[in-house]
Protein backbone atom coordinates (compact mmCIF):
# COMPACT_ATOMS: atom_id res chain seq x y z
CA UNK A 1 0.00 0.00 0.00
CA UNK A 2 0.96 3.30 -0.63
CA UNK A 3 -0.37 6.77 2.09
CA UNK A 4 0.23 9.80 1.47
CA UNK A 5 -0.31 12.26 4.49
CA UNK A 6 0.54 15.45 4.40
CA UNK A 7 4.35 16.13 2.74
CA UNK A 8 5.12 12.41 3.47
CA UNK A 9 4.65 9.10 1.03
CA UNK A 10 4.97 5.92 3.17
CA UNK A 11 5.31 2.33 1.38
CA UNK A 12 3.78 0.01 3.33
CA UNK A 13 4.47 -4.26 2.34
CA UNK A 14 2.35 -7.00 3.91
CA UNK A 15 1.15 -4.11 6.68
CA UNK A 16 5.07 -3.46 7.67
CA UNK A 17 6.11 -0.43 6.29
CA UNK A 18 8.70 -0.72 4.18
CA UNK A 19 10.00 3.02 3.70
CA UNK A 20 9.06 6.71 3.33
CA UNK A 21 10.24 10.50 2.35
CA UNK A 22 9.03 13.46 2.18
CA UNK A 23 8.55 16.47 -0.32
CA UNK A 24 6.86 19.22 -0.40
CA UNK A 25 5.72 18.58 -4.06
CA UNK A 26 3.80 15.59 -2.72
CA UNK A 27 0.44 18.43 -1.58
CA UNK A 28 0.91 20.27 -4.95
CA UNK A 29 -2.98 20.90 -5.02
CA UNK A 30 -2.33 20.84 -8.89
CA UNK A 31 -1.37 17.07 -9.05
CA UNK A 32 -4.37 15.39 -10.77
CA UNK A 33 -2.55 12.05 -11.90
CA UNK A 34 -0.86 9.45 -10.20
CA UNK A 35 1.16 6.66 -12.19
CA UNK A 36 3.33 3.48 -11.42
CA UNK A 37 5.80 2.72 -13.66
CA UNK A 38 7.20 -1.63 -13.66
CA UNK A 39 9.40 -3.55 -15.24
CA UNK A 40 6.93 -5.64 -17.69
CA UNK A 41 8.45 -9.42 -16.85
CA UNK A 42 8.90 -8.83 -12.76
CA UNK A 43 5.33 -7.25 -11.51
CA UNK A 44 2.33 -9.26 -11.02
CA UNK A 45 -0.51 -7.91 -9.58
CA UNK A 46 -2.81 -9.69 -7.37
CA UNK A 47 -5.15 -6.51 -6.15
CA UNK A 48 -4.97 -3.38 -6.94
CA UNK A 49 -7.02 -0.05 -6.31
CA UNK A 50 -6.82 3.77 -5.41
CA UNK A 51 -8.80 5.03 -2.60
CA UNK A 52 -9.21 9.14 -1.27
CA UNK A 53 -9.94 9.49 1.68
CA UNK A 54 -12.83 12.39 2.58
CA UNK A 55 -11.56 15.40 3.41
CA UNK A 56 -11.07 16.03 6.69
CA UNK A 57 -11.45 12.35 7.83
CA UNK A 58 -8.92 10.48 9.89
CA UNK A 59 -5.98 8.07 9.18
CA UNK A 60 -8.29 5.75 11.23
CA UNK A 61 -11.34 5.99 8.60
Known amino acids: ?3 TKGGTL ?3 LDDDEAGSFASER ?3 MT ?3 VSVTTYVNNVHF ?3 SIRVAPA ?3 ESE
Open 56 to 58: GAS
Open 26 to 28: ITN
Open 10 to 12: TVY
Open 1 to 3: MIR
Open 31 to 33: KAS
Open 46 to 48: DDY
